[in-house]
């Protein structure tokens, strides 16, 4: 770890950290919720050595990149600036894309908007078509609840700083191991005052192998310094983002050549409706350039961390093609 360098970028108007590794070809990995460039550890340590430029940023409000006040500062459209000047920032035309959770989401956007930046895109967790093109049907109910389908997300995230509160009255460490390590492949529920159930009613005392409590103190220690609010923002957008997004309503991803990585206890995968889209023709044809799709036998939500050495195989597999 001691070998990955850190630097602070200006992008789209905003000071973005950055971590990297390696020369050559570069693979950009964009980080999930609640996470940070430190998600992406063994992906920046493993495909450096294999001859790869190896960037991994924290995203608009996350960690040591700025976090802009304002809630609409966190639109589809700002999250893919932020990337592209990033990109620009290297002094490359393409770069390979990784991305996981709303890491994925960005991703699809940025398939969708700036194919021509993209060399190829290895997805985790996340795919195409139920979390884009499609009307959120966002509503505020007195717990959080994923879902998939017609509802994306029902949940209290709208109303600015009540999420917040809400993850406040949590001890930071537990909250983190307990969303890091959960198995449960129903929705996640949040009632309120009781977050310490709310993704995993029977959490473990001991951590397992692939998480350590270095891992949690490092995650800590930038959540208890910057909050949640940046991160809970990019939920409070998910409606502007449909309207946005209007003019790209039925397209799909036609020219970039994707990979996609889910664990069979996934949340995701396990939302209805989304284990018939993907087997079943409807991701294809939204991404005919979709190569393949791998289902991580026994592994839940964060494969990147849970299953690394698998992930970083099937990474370095599919880009190497190119």
Known sequence: MDTIKHRTVEVNGIKMHVAEKGEGPVVLFLHGFPELWYSWRHQILGLSSLGYRTIAPDLRGYGDTEAPGSVTSYTCFHLVGDVIALIDSL????????????????????CLFRPDRVKAYVCLSVPFRPFLG???????????????GDDFYICRFQEPGKMESEFARVDTAYL???????????????????????????????????????????YVSKFENTGFTGAINYYRNLNINWELTAPWTGVGISNVPVKFIIGSVDLVYNFPGVKEYIHNGGFKKDVPNLEEVVVQNGVAHFNNQEAAEDVNNHIYQFINKF
């Open 176 to 218: 983190f191991k307990n969303i890091l390590t959960t198995r449960l492949t129903e929705a996640p529920i949040f009632p309120k005052g009781e977050y310490g159930n709310g993704f995993n009613p029977n959490p473990q005392e001991t951590l397992p192998s692939w998480l350590s409590e270095q891992d949690i103190a490092y």
């Open 91 to 110: 002094g490359v035309e393409k770069v390979f894309v990784v991305g996981h959770d709303w890491g994925a989401i960005i991703g699809w956007y940025l």
């Open 134 to 148: 499609r009307d959120p049907k966002i509503k505020t109910v007195d717990g959080f609840r994923a879902a998939c």
